[in-house]
């Protein structure tokens, strides 16, 4: 049997999972990064640390598989997309990692927008400007750090970053900068004129090599495999976004599905042959299978809300569960369940990190009386997510065929009254995934058709895929969600100049 390592890192924790042929998870190890949060939106990590607890994660993972080295033949990533991870001349990081959460450059797309720019970027690009990918952020930079954006001698995404420190070789990956307004799509290959557009014509040349998902983009380095017990020339592929691993990993391989993923970020998604040109999507990009574009409508507007939620409002039951070895999961479905969708019209606004149309929103209760508590305001934070999960596949919906089902994955897939929720509001059967780490799972695949294990994706797909089954809608909650759902878009749209006028 042979194995593979992919490894994740998203908003909040750096992950690797080995997998067997057929996508049996081994075992996993995961290390949380800490995210340095300043006021103006500032969402940063220290690039070094973020490769060290990299370090630590393929180290334990490799002795908690009590598996040898050589047993792994391919190692691949996948990542959140936007930010940016800048590396100067010698290969050290140029101050901080900025994470795609991050808010600071949001007057830039608003400019853009204002002047023409961003309509002449939308034909070339097929997405709207915003203010966490690198055009928006590398603007703040130069105006802002001019010698720190000086010194930069390669934009990363956060997964490139990490594969340039494993192997020493500096490359882009398709499907990331596709979903950066970085690459335009009639050339497929970046364009110093696009640049040009953003008054960034000199990063043209900070940007590097792009490569597919499953191309070979270096081997193991001597220096990477003694920090971590890897074996020195171990192929690394180059790996996917993340809204692709969990993508690919939730079966995601032609037209005829819809896949959400309710994670830090929103993510809903579908494949076309071709973009979708009329802006009624916010963002396509070139999905990790060849000839396919990911049509994508997301924000950073889900579980992360409920994480926020569970170390600010409940730690008090946070510490008592650790102490009773109870998971405070299940302690918040326990409450969501207690509260029927009927029973509360209190609204929850997930906008911590913004909203999809504003950058500016923030997260809010609305309706809360004396009556209310932390059971009420929980079940709304369930519902809020879900909410803003329903807006972006409404936007979907106009451009593909109704799904006979959507595949939910992410942290909500662990929960079935959240899942619930989700077929609720949608009035549409949701399949659950099998497995909690699909990022990496993905990234596994992608290093297993790079290193030849499976031929391609559909048959990665084939190996590795799995369900836990179908949760069907109850039309009982149909007019009950329809109603809250239609409160929420109102609460949206009444805010949207109050936000605005904020400070």
């Known amino acids: 049997m042979r194995y593979l390592l992919g490894i994740d890192n998203g908003g909040t924790f ?16 995961s290390e949380q990064t800490d995210v340095i949060i300043r006021s103006g939106g500032w969402r940063e990590r220290d690039m ?28 691949s990533f996948s990542g959140h997309g936007k930010g940016i991870y800048a590396v100067d001349e ?20 608003q400019k853009w927008e204002k002047d023409g720019t961003a309509s002449k970027v939308y034909r070339r690009t097929c997405q709207r400007i915003l203010s966490c990918q690198p055009p928006a952020l ?13 010194r930069i001698r390669y934009v990363f995404s956060v997964k490139d970053y990490l594969r340039f420190r494993m192997t020493g070789e500096a490359y882009g990956e398709y499907s990331d900068f596709s979903g950066a307004n970085l690459i335009d799509f009639e050339s497929k290959n970046y364009a ?14 900070k940007l590097p090599p792009l490569r597919f998902s499953t191309d070979i983009c270096g081997r193991v380095t001597k220096e990477t495999a003694s920090l971590t017990g890897l074996s020195e020339g171990t192929i690394v592929a180059a790996g996917m ?79 008592t569960a650790s102490k009773k070895q109870r998971s405070i999961y299940d302690l918040a479905n326990e409450w969501a369940a207690s509260i029927h969708p009927e029973d509360s019209d209190l609204l929850y606004l997930p906008f911590l990190n913004g909203s999809p149309d504003n950058p500016r929103a923030r997260g809010s209760f609305i309706g809360l009386t004396m009556e209310h508590t932390k059971r009420h305001m929980l079940r709304a934070v369930y519902e809020g997510i879900v909410f803003c999960h329903v807006m972006h596949v409404k936007r979907l919906l106009r451009n593909c065929p109704m799904p006979e089902c ?26 659950t995934v099998a497995g909690k780490e699909l990022g990496a799972l993905g990234a596994a ?30 039309p009982a909650c149909k007019e009950i969600y329809a109603r809250q759902y239609r409160n929420f878009i109102r609460a949206v749209e009444v805010l949207q100049e109050f936000w605005n006028q904020l400070e």
Request: glycine share 8%; with cysteine; proline share 4%.
């Open 192 to 205: 110093r004129s696009l640049l040009e557009l953003f008054g960034l014509p000199e990063i043209f040349d």
């Open 445 to 474: 695949m992608a290093a297993g058709i790079c290193s030849g294990i499976y031929r391609d994706y559909a048959e990665a797909v084939q190996a590795c895929v799995h369900f836990t089954g179908i949760t069907m809608p109850q």
């Open 241 to 319: 976004f993340d809204v692709n691993a969990c993508g690919i990993a939730s079966g995601l391989i032609d037209e005829t599905h819809l896949c959400m993923i309710a994670g830090t970020w929103s993510i809903n998604e579908f494949l076309s042959r071709q973009p979708i040109r009329d802006k009624s999507v916010s963002l396509n990009s070139f999905f990790c299978i060849p000839g396919y574009y990911l049509v994508e409508e997301s924000s950073p507007t889900s579980a992360g809300n409920m994480e926020w939620f569970l170390r600010r409002v409940m730690q008090e039951e946070r510490e």
């Open 138 to 150: 590398l603007a703040w930079m130069k105006d802002h750090m001019p010698d720190e954006y000086r």
């Open 406 to 431: 959507i595949q939910l994955s992410g942290g909500a897939a662990n929960s079935p009254v959240w899942v619930q929720m989700f077929a609720d509001a949608l009035q549409l059967p949701v399949e």
């Open 90 to 109: 010698n290969g050290r990081p140029v101050g901080m990692g900025i994470l795609s959460t991050d808010t600071r450059a949001w007057q830039y797309p």
């Open 14 to 29: 750096s992950k690797a999972a080995i997998f067997d042929e057929t996508g049996r998870q081994i075992a996993v190890a």
């Open 48 to 75: 070094e640390e973020l490769w060290q607890a990299n370090v630590r994660a393929i180290s334990r993972v490799l002795r908690l598989s009590g598996l040898r080295s050589e047993q792994i033949v391919g190692i």
